[in-house]
């Protein structure tokens, strides 16, 4: 094949007989095209699904390296190398690389051959091939084989590209910025199997520009010490308030190295530990009144979801359904009590001022304390043991809003990428995706303003 490609080449240079399928010949629309300063186009040719195309510099006046003398050429090596696609097609450059010689017998320099910034020697992409191939990986999450058929190379051939051009925006320093709040959340990496526990990775995530900064393996206090640790301390002092999930490791390791900072336990996560008090309570009834779990068409279990909607999102009717079914299913009203208690603690996050939230919150200690349900009593334990973070959401006015939003995209990349296994690739990708602003020029719309030259 590749043979073919290059005679096909060869019979464009050499003669205008050339085979029926040569598409062109030293064409200043493909050179304008190709749009890479120094190089003309000589041939292009579409041959089995790829385009050739066969490129020299326009350098014609080089001086010897070593002494100035005017070189003389001395033929041509043929160099391949990758490029970016065209219409969908991978493309293959055939440079045509000058070997200059120096005419003067007494020069150290006798030959050299002519080097371009983008063609590297040996490399298999050209320069802008392999920052494309990176940016699609990073910037628009397509998976490394999809970039890698499309542009003609393996997918160890791409993933060098996204390594080599990735490591160096994730590693600018300049990435970390200065921001004055820190959201801090758990994912999933890799999920238990034979030979491992689940494993979770603790993400660091900047509230003010909603940038992912990191992610570190582990989910402890050490984890998060071991990080800030690694940060410049002016860095870290610059922090004011942190955001959690109720999650003791956390809590402890960012109050042993952010002194000042405040601390929030935001309303996402305190509704979901009252999400999940109602399924408890919802599978202890199930249980003890019908001796199993939940089946298609068990009341309680009918409207398990629900549950877990903020009651001023559900319709009036929804909302009679839940009604019904509670009545149906839930005798001793274990599971209306847990639903209430969770939308009085709804209450607390909605409260305006500080003052009201702390009313709000002795109401809910009150319910939770009266009824006696067991889910109830454990989530107003865990509320009262986070009352200064929970009341802190309304001091500081943070929320994991942007982590929620980041975690996500996580979960993108990680679908995406099909699991990973090396946790340095999935930090590398993870950052490209949401932890780098990328600088990609917008274009302008179809229908707006247009160049000159189309009438
Ligand atoms: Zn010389």
Known sequence: MEARGLATLAAVEGSSRGRPLVIGHRSDGATALFDVAGFVVGAHVLEDGEWWLQVETTADRVRCPSCGVRAVGHGRRRVQVRDLPIAGRPVRLVWAKRIWRCPDGDCATVTWSETHEQISPRALLTRRARI??????????????????????????????????????????????????????????????????????????????????????????????????????????????????????????????????????????????????????????????????????????????????????????????????????????????TYLAKELLRDVYDAKTVRSARRRLRRFYEHCDQTGVRECRRLARTIRAWENEVLAFHTTGRSNGPTEGINLLIKKVKRVGHGFRSFNNYRLRLLLHCGVTWHTVPTARMRGRQPRFIA
């Open 132 to 337: 494309e191939i990176c940016r699609r990986v990073g910037q628009d999450a397509e998976s490394v084989a999809e970039v890698a058929r499309e542009f003609g190379v393996g997918w160890h051939t791409a993933m060098a590209a996204v390594r080599e051009h990735g490591m160096s925006l994730v590693d600018d320093p300049e990435r970390l910025g200065a921001p004055s709040a820190l959201g801090l959340d758990e994912t999933s990496f890799l999920r238990a199997g034979p030979k491992h526990p689940t494993v979770m990775i603790t993400g660091f995530v900047d509230l003010d520009r909603h940038l992912l900064l990191d992610v570190a393996e582990g989910r402890s206090g050490q984890v998060v010490r071991d990080w800030l640790d690694d940060r410049p301390a002016e860095w870290v002092a610059a922090i004011d308030v942190a955001v959690i999930d109720p999650f003791r490791g956390y809590a402890t390791g960012l109050t042993d190295r952010l002194t000042d900072a405040a601390i929030v336990v935001d309303h996402f996560h305190a509704i979901r530990l009252a999400n999940k008090a109602i399924d408890d309570a919802r599978r202890r009834v199930q249980q003890e009144s019908l001796g199993h779990c939940g089946r298609r068409d068990d009341p309680l279990y009918r409207i398990r979801r629900r549950l877990l909607v903020g009651h001023e999102r559900l319709t009036d009717q929804q909302h009679e359904r839940i009604l019904m079914m509670l009545g149906h299913g839930d005798r001793h009203g274990d599971v209306t009590n």
